[in-house]
């Protein structure tokens, strides 16, 4: 792969990463719930989806889910259900979340750690559309003569190190705000917000249409 491909695919990562999406809300909304720091295992989680969506979509399953209809619905309620399960979770805590914000020196449970992480991992590898578009988009930038892994791995590891810089814009710019939401009524407000926008991202992704269908 040349530097000139590279560059070129940097900033359609960039472009694809910064765009709001399932991701981008659920960095922004675990920034309010447990903190910027914490916010970023489910960050972590979501780049870690980043590597098995585009292992998955070298591997074929992008044109499965292209001629497949029945696949492609499956991935797609799954991916839509969790969606909403997340938005009717975020909908019904009305709690001030800055007030169970672990502090440093504060422990740490691994367990909610591994929930955060594993959240990110579940948005990311249940959207289909994302499988599509590195099935799309790879095919681009991909050299026939270079080896297929390195290139893989190069690609993958951009895409993922753009969608942590786009969270941590986007934590950032949520713990800007944080004294706007230090009373309970806007956090609550927030809540609602946040949570009917994770349920319309999942109705949204409910109307994705295959190829095959």
């Not at 870690?48 to 969506?53: M, R």
């Not at 209809?69 to 909908?91: C, D, T």
């Not at 609550?188 to 190829?211: E, I, P, T």
């Amino acid at each position: 792969m040349n530097l000139s491909n590279w560059l070129v695919f940097c900033g359609v990562a960039l472009f694809m990463a910064f765009t709001p999406g399932p991701a981008v809300l659920l960095a922004v909304s675990n920034s309010v719930s447990v903190g910027p720091a914490r916010a970023m295992l489910g960050s972590l989680g979501n780049a870690a989806g980043v590597f098995l969506v585009s292992a998955v979509a070298m591997a074929g399953l992008g044109v499965v889910l292209s001629t497949s209809a029945a696949a492609f619905i499956a991935l797609k309620v799954l991916g839509a259900a969790y969606l909403i399960y997340l938005g009717i979770r975020q909908w019904r805590s009305g709690a001030n979340a800055f007030a169970d914000v672990v502090r440093p020196g504060q422990p740490r449970g691994v367990r909610a750690s591994l929930r955060l992480f594993g959240h990110g991992v579940i948005v990311s590898v249940t959207n289909p559309k994302s499988i599509l578009f590195f099935s799309a988009l790879f095919p681009q930038f991909l050299t026939r003569n270079a080896p297929m892994l390195e290139q893989f791995l190069v690609l993958t590891a951009t895409f993922s190190v753009c969608t942590l810089l786009s969270h941590t814009f986007y934590v950032l710019l949520a713990r800007g705000m944080k004294r706007g939401f230090s009373d309970a009524s806007r956090v609550r407000l927030f809540n609602r917000v946040s949570g009917g926008a994770f349920v319309a991202l999942g109705l949204g992704m409910l109307r994705l249409r295959s190829k095959a269908a």
